[in-house]
């Protein structure tokens, strides 16, 4: 069964208030019962049609790949939370042009600020409330997220592992263009292509799909010291698709620098 995340304020998550305003967490327990609509700005290098579908630089594409068609906006962010008795039952994001979405409309809030309650929600929350806070939280502009993304993909509660997984998965993004020289960018896609060598690329793909995980210790090399920086990219993701502790380590290792 999944549980209603809290409303409580959390001072050590979020930023300290200038006198006589409102956090958003304040606003959306003021808001009451119901569905609440917030947006906020977006990095750069993400893009969508405001519906169902995400692109981040040229080449990733999230949602449905249907709709990859329609035109990709550089637009905000906007969250629906659905609230229940003081807690947070349900989460929806989108990005692109904004939509008149049902709920009370809360306006722009700062993009930090949401980034920070969404992802105090993702550590604390368990099943889809968790899982669906994590992405918009990683999508807001200008905001370093990836330790609070390492203390989620640790946490090896067994009602969190939907959020434990997507935080993993961010957290490889962050990695692979960290080792293209852009640590604060989910932009993975500056590959020369045409030194792209696939059958590495496919060897690291093997290496992924061996049994019990005796693949990880050859991915970590690969990802750690291959000439070809779409190879070890290669590596990166099939080690956040993992759930190995190591992959975890070798992300954080990359990402302090």
Known sequence: MIRAASLLVLPCVLAPLTTGAQSLAERLAAAGDGPVVFQFASRPEICGDGERSVRIGSHSYMGDMRSIQQPCVHGPVQVRLTVRSGGVERVES??????????????????G???????????????????????????????????????????????RRGARTDAAFWLSRFASAAIGGHPTSLDD?????SERDDVKVQAVFALSQLPNREGIPSLLEVARSNATLAVRRSALFWLGQSGDPRALALFEALLRG
């Open 189 to 193: 896609d500056d590959d020369d292509r």
């Open 94 to 111: 989108w990005v692109g042009p904004p939509r008149a979405r049902e709920g009370r409309a809360l306006g722009e809030v700062g993009a």
């Open 113 to 159: 600020e949401a980034s920070r309650y969404l992802l105090a929600l993702a550590t604390r929350a368990t099943g889809t409330v968790a899982t669906k806070a994590v992405a918009p939280a990683v999508f807001a502009d200008s905001v370093v997220v990836w330790p609070s993304l390492l203390t989620i993909a640790r946490d090896s509660s067994p009602d």
